[in-house]
C-alpha cells in the first residue's frame, strides 16, 4: 500500500503539479472558447466526411482535418508571440521628443501639451498627455499627483512604470533631461532586442507558411488522384479544396492580424497626385477582379482552364501600373528616409548658429540630398512666402509621405517653437531614425527572401497540379478507350476511374485562384512597405497564375501524351 502511494505522489509532482502541466493548463483555459470552437468544427467535418465518401478517402480526411487544427493552433501561438514587443515605437518616439523638448527648459505643463497635440501617436499616448496637461493647469493637481494619477491608465506596463519613475524623479527635483537620457538608453535598447527576437521568430514562422503551403500542395494532388482511384472526385477534391482554401485563407488573415510591421509609410492629410493614380488605378483593377470572378461563375467559363489563364494575365496587366506606381512610391520614400538624418542633423546646427529657417535652409539646398532636395526646395520657397512655418513643415511631412520624416519634422518644428537646443536636438533625431532605419532593413531582409521563395514555391503549386490535372485527364481518357475494346462485363470495373475534363478544369482553376489570393493577402500582410502594395502583389500572382496555367496546360498535355502514346 506504501508502494502504491509512493508512486501515487511521484506521479502527482512529475506529471500533475508539473510547470510543463501547469502551462499546458493554463494555455487550454486561455483559449478555451478557440479549442471548443476547433473541436466543434471538426466533429463537423470528419461526420460529414465519413456519410459522404468511402472508407480510405474518409479515415484520410479526419486525419487531415484534425492534423491541419493542430497546426493552425500552433501557427497562432508562434504569430502571438511576434507581436509581442513590450516597449512600442511611439514611446521611444515620445522619449526622443521630450529629449529634445526638454533642451529648451520649458514649463513641464507646455513639455506633456506638446506631446498630447501630436497627430501622430496613437490615441491612448496623445489623450494620456493630454489629461495629464489638464490636471495640472485647470484642475489644480500637482505633476507628481497627476503622473501617478494618469500612469494608472497606462496601454502597458512599461509606460506605467515610466511614468510612475517620472513622477518621482519630479515630486524630488531630480534632473529630468538626465533621467529622459537613462530611460531612453535603456527602453530603446530593450526595444531594440525585442525587434530582433521578432525578426528571428518571423523568419521560422515564414518559413512555416511557405512548407504548409508546399505539404497542402501535395495533399490536394494526392486528393485528386485519390478520387480517380476510389471515385466520387468531384466531391472529395472539391471538400478538400475548401479545407486547404480555408486553411492558408487562416493562416494568411492570422499573419495580417498579428505581424507588427516596421514604420514606414505615414497618412497624411493632403495625398499627392501620384497616390491619388495609385488609389484610382488600382480600384480599377480590383473591381476588374471581382467582376471577372463573377462572370466566371456566372457563364461557366471557370470550367475552361484556357480562358481562366488569359482572364488571370489581363487582369494582373491591369493592375501593373498601379503596382509599379507603388514601388515608385515606396523608392522614393525609402531616399527620403536615408538622407533626411543627415538634412536633419545638419540643418539643426545651422539654426543653433543662425536662428533664421530661411537663411539656414538656404546652403543646405545645394547638397546632395537625392529627392529630398525637391521637397526642400519647395518648403524653401514657401518659407520666402511667409506661409507660417509649421503649416509649411507639415506640408513637407504630407509630400513625404513617410512616417519616420514626418515624426522628425514635428519633433523639430516643437523644438523650435520651445526654443530648444536644435543642434542637439538635430543629432538627437538624426541619430534615432538612423536605428530605426537599420531595424527596418534587418525585416526588409526577412521579407525580400520570403517572397522571392513565395513566388517560387506558387509557379511550383501551379505546374504541380496542373500535371495532375493533365494527367488524370489523359489516363481516364486511356481507361476509356481500353473499356471499349474489352467485354462489357468487364468494362463496368474501369468505370470508377471515369472523371470528367470539366470537373478537373474546374477543380485545378477554383484551387489556384484561392491559392493566388491567399499567397496576395501573406505577402501583403509581411510587407514593410506602402499600404498600396496589395495592388502590385495580386498583379504579380495574377500574371504568374495566369502565365503558368495556359504555358503548362499545353506543355503538360503534349509532353504526358507523348509518354503515354504508346500505351494507348
Same mark, same amino acid.
Request: with cysteine.
Given at each position: 500500500m506504501?508502494?502504491k502511494r509512493?508512486?501515487?505522489?511521484?506521479?502527482?509532482?512529475?506529471?500533475?503539479e508539473?510547470s510543463?502541466t501547469?502551462r499546458?493548463?493554463y494555455?487550454?483555459?486561455?483559449?478555451k472558447?478557440i479549442?471548443?470552437?476547433i473541436?466543434v468544427?471538426?466533429?463537423?467535418?470528419?461526420?460529414y466526411?465519413?456519410?459522404a465518401?468511402?472508407?480510405p478517402a474518409?479515415?484520410?480526411?479526419?486525419?487531415?482535418?484534425v492534423l491541419?487544427s493542430f497546426l493552425?493552433v500552433?501557427?497562432?501561438?508562434?504569430?502571438?508571440r511576434?507581436?509581442?514587443?513590450p516597449?512600442?515605437?511611439?514611446?521611444?518616439?515620445i522619449?526622443v521628443? +521630450?529629449?529634445?523638448?526638454?533642451t529648451?527648459n520649458?514649463?513641464l505643463t507646455?513639455?506633456l501639451?506638446?506631446?498630447?497635440e501630436?497627430?501622430?501617436y496613437r490615441?491612448?499616448?496623445?489623450g494620456?498627455f @493630454?489629461k495629464?496637461?489638464?490636471?495640472?493647469?485647470?484642475w489644480?493637481?500637482s505633476?507628481p499627483?497627476?503622473?501617478?494619477l494618469?500612469?494608472r491608465e497606462?496601454?502597458?506596463?512599461?509606460d506605467?512604470?515610466?511614468? @510612475?519613475?517620472l513622477a518621482?524623479?519630479?515630486?524630488?527635483?531630480?534632473d529630468?533631461?538626465?533621467?529622459?537620457?537613462?530611460?531612453?538608453?535603456t527602453?530603446?535598447?530593450?526595444?531594440?532586442?525585442?525587434y530582433?527576437?521578432?525578426?528571428?521568430?518571423?523568419?521560422v514562422?515564414?518559413g512555416?507558411?511557405?512548407?504548409?503551403?508546399?505539404?497542402?500542395t501535395f495533399?490536394?494532388?494526392?486528393?485528386?488522384?485519390?478520387?480517380?482511384i476510389?471515385?466520387?472526385?468531384?466531391?472529395?477534391?472539391?471538400?478538400?479544396?475548401?479545407?486547404?482554401g480555408?486553411?492558408?485563407?487562416?493562416?494568411a488573415t492570422? +499573419?495580417?492580424?498579428?505581424m507588427?510591421?516596421p514604420?514606414?509609410?505615414s497618412?497624411?492629410?493632403w495625398?499627392?497626385?501620384l497616390?491619388?493614380?495609385i488609389?484610382?488605378l488600382?480600384?480599377?483593377g480590383?473591381?476588374s477582379?471581382a467582376?471577372?470572378?463573377?462572370?466566371?461563375?456566372?457563364?461557366?467559363?471557370?470550367?475552361?482552364?484556357?480562358?481562366?489563364?488569359l482572364s488571370?494575365?489581363l487582369i494582373?496587366?491591369l493592375?501593373?501600373?498601379?503596382?509599379?506606381?507603388?514601388?515608385?512610391?515606396?523608392?522614393?520614400?525609402?531616399?527620403?528616409?536615408?538622407?533626411?538624418?543627415?538634412?536633419i542633423r545638419?540643418?539643426?546646427e @545651422?539654426?543653433?548658429v543662425v536662428?533664421n529657417?530661411?537663411e539656414?535652409?538656404?546652403?543646405?539646398?545645394?547638397?546632395e540630398?537625392?529627392?529630398?532636395?525637391?521637397l526642400?526646395?519647395?518648403i524653401y520657397?514657401?518659407l520666402i512666402?511667409r506661409?507660417d512655418?509649421?503649416?509649411a513643415w507639415?506640408?513637407?511631412?504630407?509630400e513625404?509621405?513617410?512616417e519616420?520624416?514626418?515624426?522628425?519634422t514635428?519633433?523639430?518644428?516643437?523644438?523650435v517653437?520651445v526654443?530648444?537646443?536644435?543642434?542637439e536636438?538635430?543629432?538627437?533625431i538624426?541619430d534615432?531614425?538612423?536605428?530605426?532605419?537599420r531595424?527596418?532593413?534587418?525585416?526588409v531582409q526577412?521579407?525580400?527572401?520570403?517572397?522571392?521563395?513565395?513566388?517560387l514555391?506558387?509557379?511550383?503549386?501551379v505546374?504541380?497540379?496542373?500535371?495532375?490535372?493533365?494527367f488524370?485527364n489523359?489516363?481516364?481518357?486511356?481507361?476509356?478507350s481500353?473499356?471499349?475494346s474489352?467485354?462489357?462485363?468487364?468494362?463496368g470495373?474501369?468505370?470508377?476511374?471515369a472523371?470528367s475534363p470539366?470537373?478537373?478544369?474546374?477543380?485545378?482553376?477554383?484551387s489556384?485562384i484561392?491559392?493566388?489570393?491567399?499567397?496576395?493577402?501573406a505577402?501583403?500582410?509581411?510587407?514593410?512597405?506602402s499600404r498600396?502594395a496589395?495592388?502590385?502583389y495580386?498583379s504579380?500572382m495574377?500574371?504568374?497564375?495566369?502565365?503558368?496555367?495556359y504555358?503548362?496546360?499545353?506543355?503538360?498535355q503534349?509532353l504526358?501524351?507523348r509518354?503515354?502514346?504508346?500505351i494507348s
Amino acid at each position: 500500500m506504501s508502494k502504491k502511494r509512493r508512486l501515487l505522489s511521484i506521479l502527482r509532482e512529475k506529471v500533475v503539479e508539473s510547470s510543463a502541466t501547469r502551462r499546458v493548463i493554463y494555455k487550454v483555459t486561455a483559449y478555451k472558447w478557440i479549442i471548443a470552437a476547433i473541436v466543434v468544427a471538426d466533429s463537423l467535418i470528419i461526420y460529414y466526411a465519413i456519410t459522404a465518401f468511402p472508407y480510405p478517402a474518409s479515415l484520410l480526411l479526419g486525419i487531415l482535418v484534425v492534423l491541419g487544427s493542430f497546426l493552425l493552433v500552433f501557427y497562432f501561438t508562434a504569430l502571438k508571440r511576434i507581436g509581442i514587443i513590450p516597449v512600442s515605437e511611439d514611446l521611444v518616439f515620445i522619449l526622443v521628443h +521630450l529629449r529634445c523638448l526638454i533642451t529648451g527648459n520649458p514649463p513641464l505643463t507646455a513639455l506633456l501639451g506638446k506631446i498630447g497635440e501630436t497627430p501622430f501617436y496613437r490615441k491612448k499616448y496623445s489623450g494620456m498627455f @493630454q489629461k495629464l496637461r489638464n490636471l495640472i493647469k485647470n484642475w489644480g493637481y500637482s505633476a507628481p499627483e497627476a503622473i501617478r494619477l494618469v500612469s494608472r491608465e497606462a496601454p502597458s506596463k512599461v509606460d506605467e512604470m515610466f511614468l @510612475q519613475r517620472l513622477a518621482a524623479i519630479v515630486a524630488t527635483g531630480g534632473d529630468i533631461k538626465e533621467y529622459l537620457r537613462i530611460e531612453y538608453n535603456t527602453l530603446f535598447a530593450e526595444y531594440v532586442a525585442a525587434y530582433t527576437r521578432m525578426i528571428n521568430i518571423l523568419r521560422v514562422v515564414l518559413g512555416i507558411y511557405t512548407t504548409l503551403l508546399a505539404a497542402l500542395t501535395f495533399m490536394l494532388a494526392n486528393l485528386m488522384l485519390l478520387g480517380m482511384i476510389f471515385g466520387g472526385f468531384t466531391e472529395l477534391v472539391m471538400t478538400g479544396v475548401t479545407s486547404i482554401g480555408f486553411a492558408l485563407m487562416s493562416m494568411a488573415t492570422l +499573419l495580417y492580424l498579428f505581424m507588427r510591421k516596421p514604420i514606414f509609410e505615414s497618412k497624411p492629410k493632403w495625398r499627392s497626385r501620384l497616390l491619388v493614380l495609385i488609389i484610382l488605378l488600382g480600384l480599377t483593377g480590383f473591381f476588374s477582379f471581382a467582376i471577372m470572378i463573377a462572370y466566371l461563375v456566372i457563364s461557366l467559363k471557370i470550367f475552361d482552364m484556357e480562358y481562366v489563364s488569359l482572364s488571370l494575365v489581363l487582369i494582373g496587366v491591369l493592375l501593373l501600373p498601379a503596382g509599379i506606381l507603388v514601388k515608385i512610391h515606396e523608392s522614393r520614400i525609402n531616399e527620403y528616409d536615408i538622407f533626411f538624418p543627415a538634412f536633419i542633423r545638419s540643418y539643426g546646427e @545651422q539654426m543653433a548658429v543662425v536662428p533664421n529657417m530661411i537663411e539656414s535652409l538656404k546652403p543646405l539646398l545645394i547638397a546632395e540630398l537625392g529627392k529630398l532636395k525637391g521637397l526642400l526646395n519647395r518648403i524653401y520657397a514657401r518659407l520666402i512666402n511667409r506661409v507660417d512655418p509649421r503649416i509649411a513643415w507639415a506640408l513637407f511631412a504630407d509630400e513625404s509621405s513617410s512616417e519616420m520624416v514626418t515624426r522628425g519634422t514635428y519633433i523639430f518644428v516643437d523644438t523650435v517653437e520651445v526654443g530648444g537646443d536644435l543642434a542637439e536636438a538635430g543629432a538627437l533625431i538624426s541619430d534615432h531614425i538612423n536605428e530605426i532605419y537599420r531595424l527596418r532593413a534587418s525585416y526588409v531582409q526577412v521579407f525580400k527572401t520570403f517572397e522571392a521563395t513565395l513566388y517560387l514555391m506558387h509557379l511550383t503549386t501551379v505546374i504541380l497540379l496542373i500535371f495532375v490535372g493533365s494527367f488524370i485527364n489523359i489516363f481516364t481518357g486511356i481507361i476509356a478507350s481500353l473499356a471499349e475494346s474489352i467485354p462489357s462485363e468487364y468494362a463496368g470495373l474501369l468505370g470508377i476511374f471515369a472523371v470528367s475534363p470539366i470537373n478537373i478544369s474546374l477543380v485545378t482553376n477554383i484551387s489556384l485562384i484561392v491559392t493566388t489570393i491567399a499567397n496576395t493577402l501573406a505577402l501583403y500582410s509581411v510587407n514593410p512597405g506602402s499600404r498600396y502594395a496589395i495592388f502590385y502583389y495580386l498583379s504579380v500572382m495574377l500574371i504568374i497564375t495566369g502565365s503558368a496555367i495556359y504555358i503548362g496546360y499545353f506543355a503538360m498535355q503534349g509532353l504526358i501524351g507523348r509518354l503515354v502514346a504508346p500505351i494507348s
